[in-house]
């Protein structure tokens, strides 16, 4: 086992809980509203994931950076009509504050998926974004996954599915419907879109849904449009009307639009489909082209700081989650620890004072931390013998997907593989999973929700899902529909330590 000698002595476990007991007396506890409001969400991102990540970086006592904050709830994750939910409805729940059904985007719960004419006036709606929006405050999304997917999509979009990223598949699914009563497209309404039109900040991937199938992207890779319009060019123009807009294809020129220009609206689309992992980056070496997500972050809060009335972004760590997808588990704790610093570089670049952070998760996954391993033993290695069969299993193991082939020999459940042989260093190893699927599913438990800044106490003990957005709406006071008493002297309040 591995630990500091100190944790043999009963006094230190003692002392370390006394401090605690110190900084939770301490807890401020403010009454001010938030200028500013940062909303991190980790795709996926499910309590084991984190427990698992503290070993990736090195030690079951460390903590990431949201861990640190001052105060932490639970969030209940169905959906309307599924227990175990899906990115969209979820995505719905906590950016617009309404549970509705599985793989629907801010389209009521009386709506069925996939339904191709229904009345989008009764039904639809949007949320924090245009609730910020209507407060003068500046806007911004930022994701590594396609723009266009299901949680950034919550943002600006209202959808009855949420594959009808662009019209090709709306065609698809409605191919009798006259074309004026057919939906907007997801990449449509972030260009056009009342809300999607006024973002500020736009930051992700997913070129392929805003071009024509004819048309190829920096990278050579051709759209998949079918209404012939080029939806980046059309941003361009839409916004060169509006004020210093410029679109961005790679890290260089995200950098230098960041650092060195005044610009009023910004979107970068750095890849085809998804970003690439963190991971694949390194190995492909294409660091100066593609930016990871803390850069991403860091070029939004570059562009948003100005913002005379503040901002709200949105921040996605959407790889988290296609990795347990593929039950890669190496690739989702990755994807974690970059989550982890985007989130260390937003606290420390701005005040506490002044700028509210909340950071949780969409959903939960099937991954499990089980055996008894000994302390410092590798968190994506073996982790014990089954005094069963006599083989080895991972400390790291999912209840479903892919993995199953690495699980048992010939898909016989009574004979599993010996997995020592196994090259747990590499990425794209897949870890075990129990039950046969082509993508490992979503779990139905509760998600952390991790606050700090201003109104960061209200963000405490066990909550539904679609409160969240409405505590950063009351924190930041925007939201006017709802009717909070307004208070603009508490936004010129000094320090924190007078409202205790
Ligand atoms: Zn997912």
Not at 392 to 404: D, K, R, V
Request: glycine share 8%.
């Amino acid at each position: 086992p591995v630990y500091d000698t100190l944790e043999e002595e009963s006094e230190y476990w003692r002392t370390s809980a006394q401090q605690s007991v110190q900084e939770h007396t301490k807890l401020p506890k403010t009454d001010r509203r938030a200028k500013n409001a940062i909303f991190f969400i980790g795709d996926g991102m499910s309590l084991t994931t984190v427990a698992a990540t503290r070993m990736y970086l090195g030690n079951e006592n460390a903590s990431l950076s949201f861990e640190q904050f001052p105060y932490f709830g639970l969030a209940k994750t169905y959906c309307v009509n599924r227990q175990v939910a899906d990115s969209a409805c979820t995505a719905t729940a906590y950016l617009s504050g309404v549970k509705i059904n599985y793989a629907m985007l801010n389209v009521a719960a009386s709506v069925k998926r996939t339904t191709c004419e229904y009345d989008h006036e009764a039904t639809e709606f949007k949320g924090l974004m245009q609730w910020a929006q209507e407060a003068g405050k500046a806007t911004g999304v930022v994701t590594n996954t396609r723009i266009t997917h299901a949680s950034p999509a919550g943002a600006y979009a209202s959808s009855a599915d949420r594959d009808w990223e662009d019209d090709s598949e709306i065609n698809a699914d409605c191919p009798t419907t006259m074309d004026e009563n057919k939906a907007k497209d997801i990449a449509t309404q972030l260009v056009y879109g009342s809300v999607g039109k006024n973002l500020k900040v736009i930051l992700g991937c997913g070129r392929r849904h805003f071009l024509p199938k004819e048309t190829s992207d920096e990278d050579g890779k051709a759209g998949t449009r079918s209404d012939g319009v080029n939806l980046i060019d059309a941003w361009k123009e839409v916004h060169s009307g509006l004020g210093e807009a410029e679109y961005v294809s790679d890290k260089a020129s995200l950098m230098e639009a960041a650092k060195t220009k005044k610009l009023d609206y910004l979107l970068g689309l750095f890849d085809s489909s998804h970003c690439l992992y963190n991971l694949e980056i390194d190995e492909q070496q294409v660091g100066d082209r593609k930016p990871k997500l803390t850069e991403m972050v860091d070029a939004a809060l570059s562009v948003l700081e100005g913002s005379e009335k503040g901002y709200v972004l949105f921040v996605e760590g959407g790889l988290i989650d296609t990795a347990h997808h593929s039950n890669r588990a190496r690739l989702s704790l990755e994807e974690t620890n970059e989550f982890h610093k985007a989130i260390d570089m937003a606290r420390k670049r701005t005040s506490v004072d002044d700028t509210l952070i909340v950071v949780s998760s969409d959903h939960s996954h099937t991954l499990m931390f089980n055996g008894y391993p000994t302390r410092g033993n590798n968190i994506l290695g073996i982790g014990d013998i089954s005094d069963i069969d006599g083989l080895p299993y991972t400390t790291l193991s999912y209840a479903n997907g892919e993995g199953f082939s690495q699980t048992y020999v010939d898909g016989n459940p009574s004979k599993r593989i010996d997995v020592s042989n196994y090259d747990f260093t590499n990425y794209r190893q897949r870890y075990l999973a129990t039950v046969p699927l082509s993508s490992e599913t979503h779990g139905g438990e509760d998600v952390g929700v991790y606050a700090s800044g201003p109104g960061a106490h209200l963000f405490s003990g066990s909550m539904e899902q679609n409160v969240i957005p409405m505590l950063i709406a009351y924190a930041t006071n925007i939201g006017e529909e709802f009717g909070w008493v307004t208070n603009d002297d508490d936004h010129n309040h000094g320090g924190s330590e007078h409202d205790h």
